[in-house]
T-cell receptor, first 114, second 115 residues
Framework: SQKIEQNSEALNIQEGKTATLTCNYTNYSPAYLQWYRQDPGRGPVFLLLIRENEKEKRKERLKVTFDTTLKQSLFHITASQPADSATYLCALDIANSGNTPLVFGKGTRLSVIA | EAQVTQNPRYLITVTGKKLTVTCSQNMNHEYMSWYRQDPGLGLRQIYYSMNVEATDKGDVPEGYKVSRKEKRNFPLILESPSPNQTSLYFC??????????????FGPGTRLTVT
């Protein structure tokens, strides 16, 4: 069956360290992958998009990698801050795999501890 | 300000009483979508619309209806709500269908409780 897995439900990290979140997928061949941030009770907010032919994308303290061979994306937050605490969602374009254009993972709840 | 608005933000209703959740965007986006979010299940797509008068089922369409008569509006209709439709609902829109790489803009959410 089609599946998107984000490595863990929750991740605790100390302020200043690099947080690394994982998104694995099976049975898809997405043209691109997106990462969103969601704060409690609020709608997801777009962070980064990476295409299948791109290995890496950066935006300020954020970095995303996309390995279509491993079927995996890594999302890094460097020099993490308590304000980075939120749930992070990966989302795949599965237009080639079914009738739903965008499918979300369940998210990883990141807590950055001061 | 570019935004997606949803109304109501909170709703408590009873089983079987028809309700509509409105969604409106001011960004002239072609694509609009409804999701529900439940603990442990994540965001699941209910319906989406590629453009006016073009709607399609997502992963969990049962018990829901939508319409897209105008580009800016995409209401979600529950004809006969049941307790298993208690959830947090999000409307989203994007500049082009997600098969083109554009970000989705989400509304603030509607928390629905069906008793």
């Amino acid at each position: 069956s089609q599946k998107i897995e984000q490595n863990s439900e929750a991740l605790n990290i100390q302020e200043g360290k690099t947080a690394t979140l994982t998104c694995n997928y099976t049975n898809y061949s997405p043209a691109y992958l997106q990462w969103y941030r969601q704060d409690p009770g609020r709608g997801p907010v777009f962070l980064l998009l990476i295409r299948e032919n791109e290995k890496e994308k950066r935006k300020e303290r954020l970095k995303v990698t996309f390995d279509t061979t491993l079927k995996q994306s890594l999302f890094h937050i460097t020099a993490s801050q308590p304000a980075d605490s939120a749930t992070y969602l990966c989302a795949l374009d599965i237009a080639n795999s079914g009738n739903t254009p965008l499918v979300f993972g369940k998210g990883t709840r990141l807590s950055v501890i001061a | 300000e570019a935004q997606v608005t949803q109304n109501p933000r909170y709703l408590i209703t009873v089983t079987g009483k028809k309700l509509t959740v409105t969604c409106s965007q001011n960004m002239n986006h072609e694509y609009m979508s409804w999701y529900r979010q439940d603990p442990g299940l994540g965001l699941r797509q209910i319906y989406y619309s590629m453009n006016v008068e073009a709607t399609d089922k997502g992963d969990v369409p049962e018990g829901y209806k939508v319409s897209r008569k105008e580009k800016r509006n995409f209401p979600l209709i529950l004809e006969s709500p049941s307790p298993n439709q208690t959830s947090l609902y999000f409307c989203a829109s994007s500049f082009n269908p997600p098969s083109s790489p554009y970000e989705q803009y989400f509304g603030p959410g509607t928390r629905l409780t069906v008793t």
